[in-house]
């Protein structure tokens, strides 16, 4: 009996630790002259469960083929390929997720508020962007420069008032102006506790249940997506 006591606390403590862990995500975006890079990668459990996702090409191919992405994904170490994937956007498969979007918000009660209180529960940790901008002219150049200021402060002004932030961020804009430059670099890492996601998770089902139809819908649009996107490495 003493041993089953024993099994039974360091469950019970495995249990505390794994649901009071954090979910870490870094979202990474640069853009240098014509090169695109975009990235994300998810940690848990203290690092043992690591997923990264990396698009190294983002390219325009016209209207019509819409932006063409090639996606990898790597392992822990991040040094050997595990997938490979090509996949157009296209203004199709756009309005298809909006659409998507559209069903889920109907068919759950409060959506909306669901996304504000699982958002408030998110830890910005580190937050980076900072852009260099140069149109061969100083005075146009200035102009730009605060130009750029004034979207940065509306975006950032927006998006970051639903998330906590804990991290002192790093914005800047930087004029080049003896030379015509764009680029930029973009970095947010946050983190949540497994413990509220799975809240957020029992939340979701229960603000679907109160609706009509609103079970089948998510069920429907999880398997839809599952199914596009094993078309998509197919294809690929």
């Given at each position: 009996?003493l ?33 695109d ?14 997923y990264?996702y ?83 002219d ?9 130009a ?44 949540i ?41 197919t294809?690929?």
């Amino acid at each position: 009996m003493l041993w089953l006591g024993i099994v039974c606390l360091f469950i019970i403590f495995v249990i505390i630790v794994f649901l009071f862990s954090f979910i870490r995500g870094e979202f990474n975006f640069s853009r240098v002259k014509d090169n695109d890079t975009l990235s994300v990668e998810m940690r848990a459990l203290f690092g043992l469960i690591r997923y990264r996702y990396v698009i190294p090409i983002i390219q325009f191919k016209g209207f019509t083929k819409g932006i063409l992405i090639k996606s990898e994904i790597v392992t822990k170490a991040s040094s050997k390929l595990k997938d490979e994937t090509k996949d157009h956007i296209t203004k199709e498969k756009i309005l298809y997720v909006y659409n998507q979007a559209k069903e889920a918000l109907v068919h759950t009660l409060n959506l909306y508020d669901w996304t504000k209180q699982t958002l408030a529960k998110v830890e910005c940790t580190d937050l980076k962007w900072i852009t260099r901008v140069g149109v061969g002219d100083a005075p146009e150049t200035a102009i730009t420069t605060g130009a750029i200021w004034g979207i940065k402060s509306s975006l950032l002004g927006f998006s970051i008032r639903y998330v906590n932030l804990t991290g002192k961020p790093h914005i800047d804009v930087i004029p080049q102006y003896n030379e015509k430059q764009f680029s930029t670099e973009f970095r947010f890492a946050g983190r949540i506790r497994i413990w509220f996601v799975v809240v957020a998770g029992v939340r979701l089902i229960s603000r679907a249940a109160k609706v009509k139809g609103g079970i089948r819908t998510w069920i429907q649009i999880v398997l839809k997506t599952l199914k596009i996107r094993s078309r998509v490495k197919t294809a690929s």
